[in-house]
């Protein structure tokens, strides 16, 4: 059975930043693909970046480019998406999930995505 936990988020004031992490079990994390989703309310779930199994390339959407990183270490099994300079738009729910194949192309569609995790809130105040 795949489990896939989302952890790290939480309230902070804009500016601020958080490290989200991701762990997943049931599956080799090492050779697989991982993505990071948001979902605010009353939006779609939208892509915020994705990662190849050796950590490189990776690929983060252009509403977080230069504030956001995402990394993995392999032998922890887990996942981060590490958030700078975090603004009140980037409030969400943030999912991780597992990529189907590799990260392009579709690089954003959620049908190319099948684990998911219940995802952890971050919220951002003003």
């Known amino acids: 059975q795949v489990q896939v936990e989302e952890s790290g988020g939480g309230l902070v004031q804009a500016g601020g930043s958080l490290r989200l992490s991701c762990t997943i079990s049931?599956?080799?994390?090492?050779?697989?693909?991982m993505g990071w989703f948001r979902q605010a309310p009353g939006k779609e779930r939208e892509g915020v970046s994705c990662i190849t199994m050796f950590g490189y390339p990776s690929y983060i959407a252009n509403d977080v480019k230069g504030r956001f990183t995402v990394s993995r270490d392999n032998a922890k099994r887990t996942l981060y998406l590490q958030m700078n300079s975090l603004k009140p738009e980037d409030t969400a729910m943030y999912y991780c999930?597992?990529?189907?194949?590799?990260?392009?192309?579709?690089?954003?569609?959620?049908?190319?995505?099948?684990?998911w995790g219940q995802g952890t809130q971050v919220t951002v105040h003003s």
């Open positions: 049931g599956l080799n994390f090492d050779t697989n693909d």
């Open positions: 999930a597992r990529r189907r194949d590799v990260c392009a192309p579709r690089l954003w569609s959620t049908l190319s995505y099948d684990y």
